[in-house]
């Protein structure tokens, strides 16, 4: 890293590399590892703070299939050029794995504070402690980045690794992607989850019939994802999931993520936050920030559950082979929020 660095700054001596550690909380999907460095240009010191993120090693059990890190790099830098939301300074992309033995980019670390998921924000801390005007300040100022991002002109053009093939409808194109997920992920293995595959029967079923048009989808759209300076966003991450679809992909992945930790926080006989992330609140809020009108949104939460389902399917299939967790007497119980997704299959069930 040292040897790449110097390349990279355009110096003879490596620069030192110092305080290399990992988030104290994120994902189980790409990695990330911080790092600070030091070098000398012209008699002068110079120093930075960087993230290098980076696919998982295939021994890590990895969550998804696939790792298009260079890709993201593009994404990250399309979208800092077609709108206004705060991403980190990108520095480099290495997409060719060197010196790190995988594919990497480098971008700037950014100062701020996240909403926890180990253990959720909703046990506790910043925003747990934060008064109903700071929390509601950071729901609006967080769905106004969904506006913006749905704002982007032209997004199949625009981010054209992400367009589905031609004549492929982007939801239809969405979902068969979720069943490619679901076949990987677990099925092709003998582990089938009855759930799941009610939930894909049950989205057939109600597949909605007029539907808005496609814009860039954030893909992994929560508060978890957003570095935020008291309560403005001043980084928006974790673009591994994104895709052109309906803009209600994001909106109700949103709203989803908030009521999981919400149900986790209840199952625990804890207060949680009850009055944040509300369903009503958010389409009223989307509605007045972007100007459009949400559709089918009882179609869009429970394929949010559906996509939440597989991952965590997923994720607790990872903690059984690294005897983290045992193998369920039932295989829906892989799902752990089983309960909330068979009230949103029975529906109506509005969260509110």
Known sequence: ????????????????????????????SSTSVLFEADWVIGGEPRRGAYVARMGPEASAIPVFPRYDIPGQFELIEQVSARCAIPVPRLRWNQPDGEPLGAAFFVMDQVDGRVPLDNPPYVFGGWLHEATPHQRALLERNSVKILAELHAIADPARAFGSLRPPTGTDALRWHLD?????????LADDGIEIPIIERSLRWLEEHWPADRGPDVLC????????????????VAVLDWEMAAIG???????????????FQDIAEFFELPGMPDFIRRSEIERLYTELSGHQLRDMDFYLVYAALRHAIVMARIRRRMIHFGEE???EHPDDYVMHRPSLEKLLDGPYRWD
Do not use: C, K
């Open 177 to 185: 992607q979720q069943y490619e997920y679901y076949r990987w992920a």
């Open 326 to 328: 045992t193998v369920p």
């Open 218 to 233: 954030w893909g992994d759209a929560r508060i978890g994802n957003i570095i935020f300076d008291e309560f403005t966003p």
């Open 246 to 260: 309906p803009r209600e992909l994001d909106v109700s992945w949103f709203i989803f993520l908030h009521r999981f």
């Open 1 to 28: 890293l040292r040897s790449w660095l110097a390349g990279q700054l355009g110096v003879t001596d490596p620069p030192v590399v110092s305080n290399v550690r990992m988030p104290v909380s994120g994902g189980m």
